[in-house]
């Protein structure tokens, strides 16, 4: 294996990573920030009440975007699998 292609592979699992992490986390980012001005604006300080409204979203986003993010990730095992039969030869 050259350092070129374990470098090129590095790139593209950083890449993955972004990709199938970013929706989801942003999601629950987004979430947070909504509850935290409601939260500021009626005074209500319970730290917990973020908690469910961010799970019920990521579990609904993984119903919903699953299979994209699934196809994504068989798509780059896939392709990692056929690197790496490629350099044993």
Do not use: R
């Not at 961010?54 to 990692?80: A, E, Q, R, Y």
Request: net charge negative; hydrophobic share 60%; no cysteine.
């Amino acid at each position: 294996m050259s350092q070129g292609l374990v470098s090129s592979i590095m790139n593209q699992t950083v890449y993955e990573i972004l990709i199938l992490s970013i929706p989801l986390l942003g999601a629950a980012m987004i979430v947070g920030l909504v509850i935290s001005i409601f939260q500021a604006t009626t005074s209500i300080q319970e730290q917990t009440l973020t908690f469910v409204p961010k799970m019920i979203v990521i579990l609904l986003l993984l119903v919903f975007m699953g299979p994209f993010l699934m196809t994504h990730l068989i798509d780059f095992t896939k392709n990692l699998f056929d690197l790496i039969a490629q350099a044993k030869m």
